[in-house]
């Protein structure tokens, strides 16, 4: 079966350190998307990608930055981490077209703790 | 101001009983609307998607949604313990593009 994976599921960093979490879906979805989980504020982008090569800026991308280099992957690295950058990250993917193109597929996500 | 405000919770009520889930949204460019749920530790799931006005209904689910007011809704019936979750209400305009509520957090009790 198609699906979307997410790794590591935890992570505990220092503050400072470059981190990279891992995305990979099998859909050969052409859009994906990040996000970050805070209590009271929902889902919020951090970054986008519509292909291979296409990256684009969400609400919350101050510190954050992804490639595309490929259909299945979108990594996303904290540059220099910060505890405000401690949350649950989720990946998500779409279709390209279609009637339920908006409809976006969601990773287990990684909890990541910034010390 | 949130572009899409849902009502904050939480949510505690019976079993059997009907859940009420409603969000607002302020930009009127929006045309397809999406209920996701979330378990515990868990990625959302999409539980009901709905293009423009109208009413949509899956089972016991039934999505609402108004467009004159900015305004949808979500309807369980015969609520069961398993349906205790976070429901988060998101939409878009076409862009690929979702805007999500904070999302509610529902306890349905045995």
């Known amino acids: 079966d198609a699906e979307i994976t997410q790794s590591p599921r935890h992570k505990i960093t220092e503050t400072g350190r470059q981190v990279t979490l891992a995305c990979h879906q099998t859909?050969?979805?052409?859009?994906m998307f990040w996000y970050r989980q805070d209590l009271g504020h929902g889902l919020r982008l951090i970054h986008y990608s519509y292909g291979v090569q296409d990256t684009n800026k969400g609400e919350v991308s101050d510190g954050y930055s992804v490639s595309r280099s490929n259909t299945e992957d979108l990594p996303l690295t904290l540059e220099s981490a910060a505890s405000s950058q401690t949350s649950v990250y989720f990946c998500?993917?779409?279709?390209?077209?279609?009637?339920?193109?908006?409809?976006?597929?969601f990773g287990p996500g990684t909890r990541l703790l910034v010390l | 101001q949130k572009e899409v405000e849902q009502d904050p919770g939480p949510l505690s009520v019976p079993e059997g009983a009907i859940v009420s889930l409603n969000c607002t949204y302020s930009?009127?460019?929006?045309?397809?609307f999406m209920w996701y749920r979330q378990y515990s530790r868990k990625g959302p799931e999409l539980l009901m998607y709905?293009?423009?006005?109208g009413n949509k209904e899956d089972g016991r689910f039934t999505a609402q949604v108004d467009k004159s007011s900015k305004y949808i809704s979500l309807f369980i019936r015969d609520s069961q313990p398993s349906d205790s979750a976070t429901y988060l209400c998101?939409?878009?305009?076409?862009?690929?593009?979702?805007?999500f509520g904070a999302g509610t957090t529902v306890t349905v009790r045995a």
């Open positions: 998101a939409m878009s305009y076409n862009d690929y593009k979702l805007s």
């Open positions: 859909w050969n979805h052409n859009n």
């Open positions: 930009n009127s460019a929006f045309q397809y």
């Open positions: 709905t293009y423009s006005s």
């Open positions: 998500a993917s779409s279709e390209s077209g279609g009637l339920a193109k908006e409809t976006q597929y």
